[in-house]
């Protein structure tokens, strides 16, 4: 007997405000938050891209910028309505970015994306939850039936969070968010087993509703990853900029302080942006140069973004 499919759409759009990367989340009937989503209309949706700008359309009343294809989530049971006998739920999440969307026709929410995954935000040295973590994930490594799954627990907690002698790796978004969830550290991982978790669980991070922070995650290593080698930061921030405005809105994508001069010398050097002759006298301190993006630069570089991101002092 063939069984039903319904086609999703997911959308992580992410802001950058106050020097913080937020992720547009609305409420679900379990009062947890998720990511805006619609179904796909076979009938009147040409594409897949189509659909979902339409929805964020009509529940925003704003247009999206930029969007790309994220990746397609069907594991089964992923949504509590398919655990429930309702058809197989597919989800194709896009990753949107955004300088200013109001959520407010949606009864959405701007909520800073380290909430949910507070072991990526470095900027302020090393997060004080990866003690806790890595003693929760020793505790499971120990409970492995055999050594060598023990060894390979430890080998996977070590790489994966920068324990050990490891260093961190701040690609390696979902990664942690997958070790963590298969370790059942996350609330996202009992509730999946249809289980409320004990008031004894050790848990990290806030959760969502579904499988949409392993979905903010992706996003989230995604865009960490294609800062390397593609301009998006420029997507979110304004026309013209400091380039220590620049420089924060890098740091808080990244999660990582950056040293400045290096930085700067990447950016000017790389002909990522170009002077504009003004002066912002709103620093509050001593007035800075305005830049704007080189849009030349995609026809000079094949990977015109801000390079490998290294921590400053490191």
């Not at 069984?3 to 409420?27: C, H, K, Y």
């Not at 939850?129 to 070590?158: C, F, K, N, P, Y």
């Not at 040293?259 to 990447?266: G, S």
Request: charged share 30%; aromatic share 8%.
């Amino acid at each position: 007997m063939s069984r039903d499919i319904t086609v999703g759409l997911n959308a992580v759009i992410v802001s950058v405000r106050e020097d913080e990367p937020r992720v547009l989340t609305v409420t679900d009937a379990s009062e947890l938050p998720m990511l805006p989503s619609g179904a796909l209309d076979p009938e009147s949706d040409r594409t897949l891209e189509l659909g979902l700008r339409g929805w964020v359309r009509h529940q925003t009343g704003r247009e999206l910028g930029y969007v790309e294809q994220l990746y397609t989530f069907g594991d089964e049971g992923r949504d509590p309505r398919e655990r429930a006998g309702g058809p197989r739920m597919l989800s194709v999440a896009y990753l949107a970015l955004t300088q200013d969307l109001p959520a407010e026709a949606a009864g959405g929410h701007w909520v800073g994306c380290y909430g949910f995954l507070p072991w990526e935000d470095w900027r302020n040295e090393r997060p004080s939850v990866l003690d806790d973590i890595g003693q929760a994930l020793d505790a499971w490594a120990r409970q492995a039936r055999s050594g060598a799954e023990r060894e390979r627990r430890a080998e996977r907690t070590e790489i994966c969070f920068g324990l050990g002698g490891a260093g961190w790796d701040g690609y390696r978004v979902l990664e942690r968010y997958e070790l963590l969830y298969g370790a059942g550290l996350t609330y996202e991982s009992w509730v999946d087993k249809g289980r409320e978790p004990p008031a004894s669980a050790r848990l990290f991070g806030k959760p969502m509703a579904h499988d949409h922070r392993r979905i903010l995650a992706t996003g989230l290593a995604r865009l960490r990853g294609k800062l390397r080698y593609r301009p998006l930061v420029f997507e979110l921030i304004e026309d013209q900029f400091t380039l220590a405005q620049l420089q924060r809105v890098v740091e808080a994508l990244a999660g990582l302080r950056l040293h400045t001069q290096n930085f700067r010398r990447l950016v000017e050097r790389g002909g990522l942006v170009e002077k504009t002759g003004r002066i912002d006298t709103r620093t509050g301190g001593r007035p800075a140069e305005l830049f704007r993006f080189r849009r030349e630069v995609l026809r000079e570089r094949r990977a015109p973004g801000v390079g490998a991101l290294s921590p400053r002092g490191r």
